[in-house]
């Protein structure tokens, strides 16, 4: 008998039954695929014991109740939540810390974005930028890790540049006799933007601003410049605001700042590559883009961040497809009911590669994670040893992960808001509603589209070393190196053989092939283009934006196989091989399928076997276990948070306790609209209100 929340009087829908009938027939266990996902048991384990206690938490907590909050109420609510998880912050180490801010992330992103932008930006930012001294003092002994005493923003976006962060335009200029910076915004167009907790939260800020030494200017470099005194008031020189209403994460004050000849005693600036003397001599740091190293720890973030959220859309989207019936299948028998919306072919079309996707990025997101943390680290021994042959290693690692971290980012943001909007239109009418989570969700999510800038301009900037390694390989004899070493493979590929065909569909090494080769000709190809237009860049910017896209694709698809292969044959083996193939298969080779046709990496055969049959054959497949895969993301209702997700799947009682919960029956209240709306309807007549003018009896006046 099914748990009900109301009483019925006749015969009710049953979609808690149709979840639980799918379960009942998994062929696999979810608890071991979750180790998959998180990438090991021991991070499985400590996530799960993570939701617990944030479910458990009476501030940390989340509900239904945030659909309808007031951005003042939200902006109270984030601030408490702060103070809170601060405390945990004292108790846990960094490792663990992080996992639990990437379920903060997914259960109340305001709150991640308005904390992390301290602990991620803003320390990080010292971190990356800062002398190991720089490191203790601010970090440690002011006990900012602690989110004591100061708290950070990260000062980097104008009014007018986002993007372009070396066309900054705040200045810092040195004062050789008072051994001080001079941190000014010359124009509006400096007016630092969007700078999270700058508008009522933070005490100080990591600046980026140009450095002028003895009329030199010297580039953009980073520099801590206090806001606020210990009684939270500005401090002279300092002018911020709030940017007003935003799309979504209400939570967040995000603001703006000006800096009027503000100073800032030497040592505030960040020293770890650039170097200021006393007397003004300037070291220059080995590579510029070692001051943008904050940003990689935003990038992994975010990648993860993908993962979570298109696990939570996805699982919501696909137990309501379960749960929902709708029409009959085209050849249902006379007695047959109403068919669950998930049996539709094209609902599975719809959904289960985005399924796969999801899947596909959980490996994607903690290969990049490894892979900036040891790059991190080595480099950060190397400049304590100074270590030079150190050092110059450790750069060039830093450049595939520019690449690989940016390539990541925009491709994963981009896929995940598209993920929340079909998942949002699959569950229809339904999906519309607040409670349902996708409309806060895509709101709360698109701004990851463009942090950090527009993601087609850090996809053209991608692509465009694609196309430089490539030019090196081919026309200087160089090697390449960490994500692109596959371009030294571009001698060999560079004809027109077809390098996967229809009966090799299934051979995921055979795909991954096919893609390396699809990258190195398309680079190739924007190399000549690159020639034949002299260097314009610009003219090549979408071929570049499309390299960006498919070497994420091809970082994901070789994780997802690396990870794969250690695996012991098994159902789980076989499960996890068909997403692979679903997920190669349909966001890789058909929605690449101009690139691959073009250069003749696949037949159009293939192509249209793809599209026809193959993609269909593999969501077929795949759509019963559904369910238990969902199930295997290991997010509960609290994290989940939507009216048409619950993992009992009682849609209809859960929807509607919900509604009645948030907002009052009528008849219970008076709307504060009610008498401009009683005076409307019950206004005079027309005749009454043209005071009888108009009529027949008056036509005897002329």
Not at 101 to 111: E, G
Not at 151 to 159: K, N, R
Not at 629 to 643: K, P, Q, V
Request: a negative charge.
């Amino acid at each position: 008998m099914e748990v009900k929340n109301t009483i019925q009087s006749g015969n009710i829908p049953t979609p808690a039954l149709a979840i639980q009938a799918e379960r009942a027939k998994a062929t696999f266990d979810p608890e071991l695929m979750n180790h998959f996902l998180e990438g090991s048991k021991e991070k499985s384990d400590e996530i799960k014991q993570m939701i617990q206690q944030m479910e458990r938490d009476p501030i940390l907590q989340v509900s239904s109740k945030v659909y309808d909050m007031t951005k003042a109420e939200h902006r109270l609510e984030t601030a408490r939540k702060i103070a809170r998880l601060a405390l945990y912050i004292e108790l846990e180490n960094f490792s663990s810390f992080e996992n639990r801010m990437s379920l903060v992330s997914l259960m109340d992103p305001q709150l991640h974005t308005r904390i992390g932008v301290h602990l991620g930006l803003f320390l990080g930012c010292i971190r990356g930028n800062g002398t190991s001294e720089q490191m203790y003092y601010w970090v440690l002994n002011k006990e900012a890790a602690y989110v004591k005493q100061i708290y950070g923003c990260f000062a980097m976006t104008e009014l007018a540049h986002g993007s372009n962060v070396a066309g900054l335009e705040t200045t810092a200029t040195y004062d050789v006799e008072n051994e001080q910076f001079v941190i000014n915004t010359p124009h509006i167009g400096a007016t630092k933007w969007w700078i999270g907790g700058a508008a009522h939260s933070a005490t100080h800020t990591t600046v980026y601003a140009r450095l002028i030494v003895k009329g030199k200017d010297y580039g953009v470099k980073t520099f801590v410049v206090p806001l606020r005194d210990s009684n939270h008031n500005l401090n002279p020189g300092v002018v911020v605001g709030d940017i007003g209403a935003k799309m979504g994460r209400d939570g967040i004050d995000n603001g703006w700042i000006q800096f009027s000849n503000v100073r800032i005693p030497r040592y505030n600036m960040l020293q770890k590559y650039c170097k200021v003397s006393a007397d003004g001599e300037v070291t220059e740091p080995p590579n510029n883009q070692l001051s943008y190293s904050a940003l990689l720890g935003g990038r992994v973030v975010m990648v993860k961040d993908s993962f979570r959220w298109s696990a939570k859309v996805v699982t919501i989207a696909i137990r309501y497809a379960i749960a929902r019936r709708q029409f009959k299948a085209s050849k249902a028998g006379e007695n047959d009911g109403e068919n669950q919306i998930m049996n539709y072919p094209l609902h599975q079309r719809r959904l289960i590669p985005l399924l796969a996707t999801a899947y596909a990025f959980s490996n994607g997101a903690n290969v990049l994670d490894q892979l900036s943390k040891k790059t991190m680290d080595s480099l950060d021994h190397a400049v304590s040893q100074d270590d030079k042959a150190g050092i110059d290693k450790g750069i060039e690692e830093m450049k595939s992960l520019f690449v690989a971290s940016g390539s990541l980012k925009s491709t994963c943001t981009w896929s995940t808001l598209n993920t929340i909007e079909q998942c949002r239109q699959a569950c229809g009418g339904h999906g519309y509603s607040s409670y349902s989570g996708f409309g806060k969700t895509y709101n709360d999510w698109a701004v990851q589209c463009t942090w950090e800038g527009d993601n087609n301009i850090l996809g053209m900037s991608i692509g465009k070393q694609l196309v430089k390694n490539i030019s090196g390989v081919i026309k200087d004899g160089n090697k390449a190196t960490g994500i692109l070493d596959f371009l030294n493979n571009t001698k060999q590929y560079l004809n027109n053989e077809i390098v996967l065909k229809k009966d090799q569909l299934e051979s995921l090494e055979q795909v991954l092939k096919a893609v390396e080769v699809a990258l190195i000709r398309t680079a190739n190809q924007a190399l000549a283009d690159l020639d034949k237009n002299g260097e314009d860049w610009d003219y090549i910017g979408a071929r570049l934006v499309e390299l960006s896209k498919m070497l994420a694709h091809f970082f994901m698809l070789k994780s997802f196989l690396e990870k794969f292969n250690t695996l012991e044959e098994g159902p789980m083996k076989l499960v996890l091989k068909q997403l692979a193939q679903l997920y190669s298969s349909s966001v890789i080779l058909e929605g690449f399928s101009g690139i691959f046709l073009t250069f003749k990496v696949l037949d159009s055969d293939t192509v249209s076997y793809l599209s026809s049959e193959y993609i269909q054959k593999l969501c077929a497949d795949l759509r019963p276990h559904v369910i238990p895969l969902t199930d295997a993301f290991n997010l509960s209702d609290m994290i989940i948070n939507s009216s048409l997700g619950n993992y009992d799947g009682n849609v209809y009682e859960n929807f509607f306790k919900i509604v009645k919960d948030r907002n009052p029956a009528p008849g219970s209240y008076t709307a504060p609209y009610e008498e401009e709306f009683r005076a409307h309807l019950n206004r005079p007549s027309l005749e009454d209100r043209q005071r009888n003018e108009i009529n027949e009896d008056n036509e005897e006046l002329v």
